[in-house]
């Protein structure tokens, strides 16, 4: 375990930092102004820098101090929230996640109820999250991305799920009219798109239907709006195992070919890793890892 410095030094240059004087620090923290400097000056030798600089009758934080200030915030905050939760575990806990929203509308929402049984003291704040963007809103604490995830990944925690495998679905009507016997049936109708390039159409065809040219395409800016075009009849979508699940448990969606095609991409748990230990974070986590992994 890594070795940190004195937590008495560390709090007393926090406040000393968030003042920018030692005696307003004496003052919140009930000690003499000489102690503040004494806690100061050991932290600075067991760091080996120099925190402060003297600007008249205040005391400047260095570069480094800020740094320091920064993380020492975040940590007793998160401290705090530990400790308030376990002393008062009616407190209720916000937390804000970003998700596509695709999978917001067709997986997230119909399971929420779930999560709420067994975390009823946290308030969720859902976030659209735009498909393949690598770009994380600060205020966010977790984030469902489907891509390449951050840039910077060293800063985050990154937790792959899954391959998707993609099918085609489409409403029980459609299907029983009988004008879908064989994949290239697909021909005589219109295809239902969520990308605009039709990348993933095209996979699915080129595996399984060879070279055939649909009558009409429809292209949706998410997976959530296509599927409910083909539960209401408008043509054949592609679902996936993540966001068709629902509609086709209740009927809504029906698969007319057993053939798929696996994902080239995938989503996966980002947070900051500043934020992982921030309870009801760590309670998303484990219960989304569990709902994106069973079988």
């Keep these: 375990m890594r070795r940190l410095p004195s937590l008495t030094a560390l709090r007393a240059f926090e406040c000393a930092a968030r003042h920018g004087h030692f005696g307003h620090a004496a003052d919140e923290l009930n000690v003499t102004d000489s102690a503040i400097s004494h806690q100061v000056r050991l932290l600075e030798e067991q760091l080996g820098t120099t925190l402060f600089v003297r600007q008249g009758r205040h005391m400047r934080p260095t570069p480094q101090a800020r740094r320091l200030l920064h993380s020492l ?17 009616s407190t209720q806990a916000v937390l ?12 997230l929402i119909g399971r929420l109820a779930d999560f709420f049984a067994y975390h009823a003291n946290v308030t969720l704040h859902i976030h659209d999250q735009a498909y393949e963007s690598s770009v994380i809103d600060p205020d966010i604490d977790i984030a469902i991305l489907y891509g390449a ?68 395409h429809l292209h949706f800016s998410h997976a959530g709006l296509a599927l409910e075009a083909a539960a209401r009849g408008q043509g054949i979508a592609l679902g996936d ?16 070919f057993a053939e798929s095609v696996t994902s080239l991409g995938q989503y996966a748990l980002v947070c900051d890793r500043q934020r992982l230990e921030k309870p009801a974070v760590a309670q998303f986590i484990a219960w989304c890892t569990e709902q994106l992994t069973a079988p």
């Design 73 to 89: 915030q975040q940590a007793f905050e998160l401290v705090g929230e530990a400790c308030e939760a376990i002393a008062n575990p």
């Design 96 to 107: 804000r996640v970003a998700i596509t929203a695709e999978l917001a509308q067709k997986w």
């Design 149 to 216: 995830g951050p840039e910077d990944a060293s800063d985050y925690f990154v937790r792959p799920l899954p391959l998707l495998r993609f099918f085609p679905v489409c409403s029980p009507g459609l299907f029983n009219s009988g004008r879908l016997a064989h994949p290239v049936d697909l021909a005589r109708h219109c295809l239902l798109h969520d990308d605009q390039d039709g990348k993933t159409w095209t996979a699915w065809l080129t595996t399984h239907a060879g070279d055939i040219q649909p009558d009409r």
């Design 241 to 256: 195992d993540l966001t068709a699940a629902e509609d086709l448990a209740q009927g809504r969606l029906v698969r007319p």
